[in-house]
C-alpha cells in the first residue's frame, strides 16, 4: 500500500476527466515508446540489409580480378617454357582482360572508401600489395622464372581474395546468420574462389609438364597437394549448397543443378590431372589442358556471377521488404491500438459519469426523506454493484422505519401492558417469599439424612479396603505356591532325566557282557580244539591238554558269571524304566498342580479387583454424597437469597411501573418522527 500512495493521492485530487486524459496520455507514451524501438530495430535490420548488398556489389568486380589473374598465371608460366607458342600468343589478351576487370574493381572500391577506407584498414595495405605485384609482374624481366611467375600471380590471388574477405566482414556479408543467405554467401566470398585458386593452380602446374613431358618429384607433391586441397573445397562446397537447398526450398532445383554443374566441371580437371598427368601419359597438349581448366573456372565464375550472386541479392530484398511490410504493419496496429484505446477510454469515461450522476441523484432524494428512491443502471461493472448495494441500502433503510413504526406500536402497547403486569408481579412476588421459607425448611432436613447416609458409605468403604487387602495376600500366597510347585516339577523333570540316563548305562553294560560271554564262548570253542590238538599229540601233549582243560573250565566260569550279570542288568533296566514311568507320572501331576494353582492365583486376582473396584464404587459414593450435602447447603443459602430478591422485586416492580409510562410517551414521540419519511 505505501507502494501506491504517492499515485493515490494524486488520482485522488484529480476529477475522473483528468484522470482518463493522464491514463490515455501514459497508454499513448507507452505504444509510441515500444513503437519506436521496435521500429528502430527494424530500421537497423533494413540498414544491415542496405550493407549486405552493398558489400554484395563489390563481390562479383573482385571475383574477375581473381579470374583474370589465375588465367594470366597460367598463361605466363607456360609462355616462358617456350614449349607452347599459342600460350605466349593468348597471354596479351589476358592481361588485357585483367587490366580491365582491375580498373572495374577500383571503381567499385572506392565506393567503399568513405565507409570502410578509414586509416589503418587491412584491405587497403592488402589491395595495394596486390596492385604492387601486378606492375611488377606486367614489366619486362629478362630474369623471370617459371616459379617467380607462378608465385607472383599467386600473391596476387590471395590479397585480392583476402580483399573480398575483409569487405565481405565489413559489410556483414559474411556475417548474416539467415541460413536463406548465409550458406551462399559463404560459397561465393570463401569456398568458391579457394575452389577456383586450386584449379587456376593445378592449370599453372599442368600445363608446363604437360609442355615439356617431363614431371619432377616437387612437381608432382605439389599437383598432388592441390588436388586433395580441391577435393576439401569441393566436399565445403558440395555440403554449403546442400544446406542452401534445404534453406531455400523455392530455389532448390536451381541450386541443385548448380550443384551438378559445379561438381561435374570441377571432376573434368580433377580426372584429368589424376589420370594424364600424375600417371605421366601426357596424352593431352598443354594449350588443350589449359583451355579445360579455364573452361571450368569461365563456368564456375559465371555460375556465381549470374546465378548464386543474384540469388543472394533476391534474397536480401525480400527480407528487406518483409521487414518494411513488418514495420508498416506494426505502425498500423499501434495507430489502431491507440485509436482504439482512446474510444474506449472515452466511452468509459462517458459510462462512468453517467453512473455517478445517477447515484448522486438517488443519494439527494434519500437525502430528502424519499426511501422510495432507486437508483437503475445498465452498467455491470463496480458501479452497478454499487448501484444494486444502494437500492439494497434504501430498500432495508426502508424495511427498518417500517419495523420502527410497528415497533413503537407495539411499544405503546407492550407499555400498557407492563404497567397492567407490575401489580400481578408483586402479588406473586409475596408468594414467592413464603413458599421459599417452606423450601428452606424441607432443604435443611434432606441435608442431615445425606450426612447420615454419608456417614454409613465411609463404614462400608472401610470394610471393602479391609477385603481388598485380604485378597491380595491371597492372591500372593498363591502365586508363590504355584512358583514352589513349578520348582518342585523342575526337580522331578531332572531325576526322571537322571533315572533315564542310567537305564541307558545298563544297556551299555548289557552290550559288554554280551561280548565278554562271546568271548568266553570263542575261549571255550578254542580250549576244545587244543584239547583234541593234545590228544592226537598222544603223551606228548598231555600237558598242553591239562592247560587247554583249565581254560575251559575258565571260560565255562567266565560264561556262568557273564550270564548273571545279564540277568542282574535287565533286572536294573525293568526297575529303571518302571522308575522313569513312575517319575514322569509324579512329573504331569506337578505341572497339574501348578495349573490348577495358577488358575486359584487368577482367581484371587479377580477378587482382589472386584475389592479394588467396590471400593472406588464406595469411594465415589462418599464423595458423591459430600457434593450432595454442600450442594444441599448452597441451596439453602440460595433459598435465603431468593427471599430476599423477592422483596426486592417489589421495588422493582414499582419502578417499572414508572418506566412503562415513560416507555409510552417515547414510543408516541418516535410514530411521530417516522411518519416524516416517505415509506
Do not use: C
Amino acid at each position: 500500500m505505501s507502494l501506491m500512495s504517492p499515485a493515490i493521492g494524486l488520482l485522488n485530487r484529480m476529477r475522473f476527466r483528468w484522470k482518463f486524459v493522464l491514463f490515455g496520455l501514459v497508454s499513448a507514451a507507452t505504444v509510441a515508446f515500444l513503437l519506436t524501438a521496435l521500429v528502430l530495430s527494424l530500421w537497423r535490420d533494413i540498414e544491415a540489409l542496405d550493407r549486405e548488398r552493398e558489400g554484395l556489389g563489390m563481390v562479383v568486380p573482385l571475383l574477375k580480378v581473381v579470374q583474370a589473374a589465375q588465367m594470366r598465371r597460367g598463361l605466363a608460366a607456360g609462355a616462358l617454357d617456350n614449349a607452347d607458342d599459342s600460350m605466349k600468343q593468348r597471354l596479351p589478351a589476358a592481361t588485357q582482360t585483367l587490366d580491365q576487370a582491375w580498373d572495374e574493381a577500383e571503381r567499385v572500391l572506392a565506393r567503399f572508401e568513405p565507409r570502410y577506407g578509414g586509416e589503418g584498414a587491412k584491405w587497403r595495405e592488402r589491395w595495394k600489395e596486390a596492385a604492387d605485384m601486378y606492375a611488377s609482374l606486367k614489366a619486362p624481366n629478362p630474369n623471370a622464372t617459371v616459379q617467380w611467375v607462378f608465385d607472383g600471380h599467386t600473391l596476387m590471388v590471395k590479397n585480392a581474395i583476402l580483399v573480398l574477405h575483409d569487405l565481405a566482414e565489413l559489410s556483414g556479408l559474411s556475417l548474416d546468420a539467415e541460413a536463406s543467405t548465409a550458406y551462399l554467401n559463404a560459397l561465393v566470398v570463401d569456398i568458391l574462389p579457394d575452389a577456383t585458386e586450386r584449379i587456376a593452380r593445378l592449370a599453372g602446374l599442368g600445363a608446363p609438364v604437360l609442355a615439356e613431358r617431363y614431371l619432377s618429384g616437387p612437381v608432382r607433391q605439389r599437383l598432388t597437394l592441390q588436388v586433395g586441397e580441391l577435393d576439401h573445397a569441393m566436399q565445403v562446397a558440395d555440403e554449403k549448397l546442400e544446406r542452401a537447398r534445404l534453406a531455400n526450398p523455392a530455389r532448390a532445383r536451381e541450386l541443385e543443378d548448380l550443384q551438378i554443374e559445379l561438381a561435374v566441371s570441377v571432376d573434368s580437371v580433377r580426372e584429368w590431372v589424376i589420370n594424364d598427368i600424375l600417371t605421366e601419359f601426357f596424352s593431352q597438349s598443354a594449350s588443350a589442358f589449359f583451355d579445360n581448366a579455364t573452361g571450368t573456372l569461365r563456368a564456375t565464375f559465371d555460375k556465381a556471377a549470374n546465378i548464386i550472386v543474384p540469388t543472394i541479392d533476391e534474397l536480401l530484398a525480400e527480407r528487406r521488404e518483409g521487414l518494411l511490410r513488418t514495420a508498416t504493419v506494426m505502425v498500423l496496429i499501434a495507430a489502431g491500438a491507440v485509436a482504439l484505446l482512446a474510444y474506449f477510454l472515452g466511452a468509459l469515461y462517458l459510462a462512468i459519469a453517467h453512473s455517478l450522476r445517477e447515484l448522486g441523484t438517488g443519494a439527494q432524494r434519500l437525502g430528502r426523506g424519499d426511501l422510495t428512491a432507486r437508483i437503475a443502471l445498465l452498467a455491470q461493472d463496480e458501479l452497478g454493484e454499487a448501484a444494486e448495494r444502494f437500492n439494497a441500502m434504501a430498500a432495508a433503510f426502508s424495511d427498518a422505519m417500517q419495523r420502527v413504526q410497528r415497533s413503537a406500536d407495539e411499544v405503546n402497547r407492550a407499555a400498557a401492558a407492563m404497567a397492567a403486569s407490575s401489580s400481578q408481579v408483586s402479588r406473586s412476588s409475596a408468594h414467592q417469599s413464603e413458599a421459599a421459607s417452606s423450601m428452606a425448611a424441607a432443604v435443611e432436613e434432606m441435608t442431615v439424612g445425606i450426612d447420615e447416609i454419608g456417614r454409613h458409605a465411609h463404614e462400608a468403604e472401610s470394610i471393602s479396603s479391609r477385603s481388598g487387602e485380604i485378597s491380595e495376600n491371597g492372591a500372593r500366597m498363591v502365586q508363590q505356591t504355584a512358583v514352589e510347585m513349578e520348582l518342585i516339577a523342575r526337580e522331578v523333570d531332572a531325576t526322571a532325566n537322571t533315572i533315564e540316563a542310567l537305564g541307558k548305562k545298563s544297556e551299555q553294560i548289557s552290550n559288554i557282557v554280551k561280548v565278554i560271554r562271546e568271548i568266553a564262548d570263542q575261549t571255550n570253542l578254542l580250549a576244545l580244539n587244543a584239547a583234541i590238538e593234545a590228544a592226537r599229540a598222544g603223551e606228548s601233549g598231555r600237558g598242553f591238554a591239562v592247560v587247554a582243560d583249565e581254560v575251559r573250565k575258565l571260560a565255562e566260569r567266565t560264561s556262568t558269571a557273564t550270564q548273571e550279570i545279564s540277568t542282574t542288568v535287565q533286572a536294573i533296566q525293568s526297575g529303571t524304566d518302571e522308575a522313569v514311568e513312575s517319575m514322569n507320572r509324579g512329573v504331569k501331576r506337578v505341572r497339574e498342580g501348578v495349573a490348577l494353582t495358577q488358575r486359584a492365583g487368577e482367581a484371587m486376582s479377580e477378587i482382589r479387583d472386584g475389592a479394588q473396584s467396590v471400593v472406588r464404587s464406595v469411594s465415589d459414593i462418599s464423595a458423591a454424597l459430600k457434593e450432595q450435602s454442600a450442594a444441599s447447603n448452597d441451596i439453602a443459602r440460595n433459598v435465603e437469597q431468593i427471599a430476599q430478591m423477592a422483596e426486592e422485586n417489589n421495588a422493582a416492580v414499582s419502578e417499572a411501573a414508572n418506566v412503562a409510562a415513560r416507555l409510552e410517551q417515547l414510543a408516541e414521540a418516535l410514530r411521530k418522527e417516522v411518519g416524516h419519511f416517505r415509506l
